[in-house]
């Protein structure tokens, strides 16, 4: 017969004056819970997306610290880790070394969007004919938007982009610079007021520039011709006429990225063949 735990007796004490309840403080909620998976980084990274979803975590908020989080989360330190770095290559977090360092939550636009849709294109499940069509649809909002929504300053730095490749021309070079080349875009996102727009303009831009990394991406006399028409019609707060000169302007660079790559394959095949 199993033998039962009991408890030693205690003396009662005499009853005296009953002393006031203490009040009970209330409960604290952790930030995170603890994990029961089997692929723990996942559901450590999904928790945080999750705060941040929540407005629980913020950008410039600083997460704690890696032995920290582990206590929290209930796991080791390595699969924290391995969290961080996975939402650190998708831009949610950024690491700041130094005495007031550690994981914070980035001000910036994540770049898992763009790494998305590079993967599609890498694993053709889309064509660069999807992301120059949808480039070229989403542009055309994005100036509709800016005529209606963008400041002079925006217009005016808009402007001074054109200015620096044209004068760029006029010193007889163009700039390789594939970051600077895309910048008109991005500042015409920008002009939207729509971070959403901004994200995906951004991630659609950053796949043509690679494109344009891959042959010349010096952008040509005509190009910069273009540019200003949009600039032109943005400045009238004319939305149509900037949507169709915008598209005008995307389809030449597209004409010409195809031209390019053509020119390129062609180079190949013949060094193979003399090979």
């Known amino acids: 017969m199993p033998t039962k735990r009991i408890s030693p007796s205690v003396p009662r004490a005499k009853a005296g004056p009953r002393a006031p309840a203490a009040v009970a403080e209330p409960a604290v909620t952790p930030l995170f819970q603890p994990v029961r998976t089997r692929r723990t980084f ?20 600083r997460l704690p610290a890696e032995k920290d989080l582990a206590e929290q989360f209930d796991v080791s330190r390595s699969a924290v880790r391995e969290a961080l770095r996975s939402l650190e290559s998708a831009g949610v977090v950024e690491a700041v070394t130094g005495l007031n360092g550690g994981f914070f939550i980035r001000n910036g636009k994540p770049t898992s969007l763009t790494q998305s849709v590079r993967d599609m294109v890498s694993l053709q499940q889309a064509s660069i004919a999807h992301v120059t069509e949808a480039r070229i649809e989403l542009m055309a909002v994005a100036i509709r938007l800016a005529c209606e929504r963008a400041t002079e300053e925006e217009i005016d730095a808009i402007e001074a ?115």
């Open 42 to 61: 996942e559901a450590v990274s999904s928790q945080i997306r999750e705060q941040l979803a929540r407005g629980e975590l913020r950008p410039g908020d």
């Open 161 to 275: 982009d054109i200015d620096y490749h044209t004068d760029l021309f006029r010193q007889g070079h163009g700039s390789r610079n594939t970051h600077s080349v895309i910048r008109f875009y991005q500042l015409i996102a920008e002009a939207t007021h729509n971070e959403v727009f901004a994200a995906m303009v951004d991630a659609l831009s950053e796949i043509i520039r690679g494109l344009l990394a891959q042959v010349d991406p010096r952008p040509r006399k005509d190009f910069m011709q273009v540019r200003r028409k949009v600039l032109e019609h943005l400045r009238a707060r004319d939305a149509a006429a900037a949507a169709a000169a915008m598209t005008a302007h995307l389809k030449l660079i597209n004409d010409y990225l195809e031209s390019e790559s053509k020119k390129a394959a062609t180079k190949r095949t013949a060094a193979r063949r003399a090979a």
